[in-house]
């Protein structure tokens, strides 16, 4: 199989992980990136309320979003760029999380995405003082982006793991997975299937 997957990062309005006000996709194709797509997302009523912290992190304000797409409206462009991929992203329990919660709270179903962590893949593939975004990002030769805007966050983070696949001669993300010792994660149950179990 060849290194095919999606980056994703989301930047949310406030501390609720259903506030999506961002999002950033990256299409890697034989581990090069071949597509690229971000856009602003009106976050979920009862989650709209843009925090001054995350403001002050992102740069996107209220305002910014009024003329853009719902959670709900913007969901099927966000599904048909991912495909079936496996998504990447940085920290990916954050990311899926919101794609999860935002789902939930408008009462749409989130695929059953697998996901692998350039956080986890960064830490078994470098030795550096920090793993954030933009440390882990100049190891892999990825430098001078704009942290915080998601579509360069995805860019970075699909960086990391083209790189990480080369250092490992991993022909694709499962296989990179296990010369690092990782997993891709499965997904988990629906919350309300796993209050039953």
């Known amino acids: 199989m060849p290194l095919d997957f999606t980056a994703i990062d989301f930047e949310t309005a406030n501390s609720s992980p259903a506030s999506a006000c961002s999002v950033g996709l990256v299409r890697v194709r034989d581990g090069k990136v071949v597509a690229t797509a971000g856009w602003l997302i009106q976050p979920p009523p009862g989650h709209d309320e ?44 954050f990311d899926l999380n919101v794609l999860r919660r935002a789902s939930e709270v408008t009462g749409g179903d989130c695929p059953p995405y697998r996901s692998l962590c350039s956080l986890q893949v960064a830490r078994k593939t470098y030795v550096l003082d920090s793993y954030r975004l933009p440390k882990a990002a100049e190891a892999a030769g990825f430098t001078g982006f704009s942290h915080h805007d998601a579509l360069a966050d995805a860019l970075a983070c699909a960086h990391i793991v083209i790189d990480a696949a080369r250092k490992t001669a991993s022909s694709d993300v499962f296989a990179l997975a296990d010369a690092l010792k990782l997993r891709v994660t499965e997904p988990a149950a629906p919350l309300r299937e796993r209050a039953v179990a």
């Not at 740069?59 to 969901?75: C, H, L, M, N, P």
């Open 50 to 93: 843009f925090q001054e912290w995350n403001t002050k992190i992102h740069g996107i304000r209220a305002e910014d979003v009024t003329a853009a797409a719902s959670w709900a409206d913007q969901f099927d462009r966000l599904c048909a760029f991912a495909g079936a991929d496996v998504l990447v992203a940085h920290n990916a329990g």
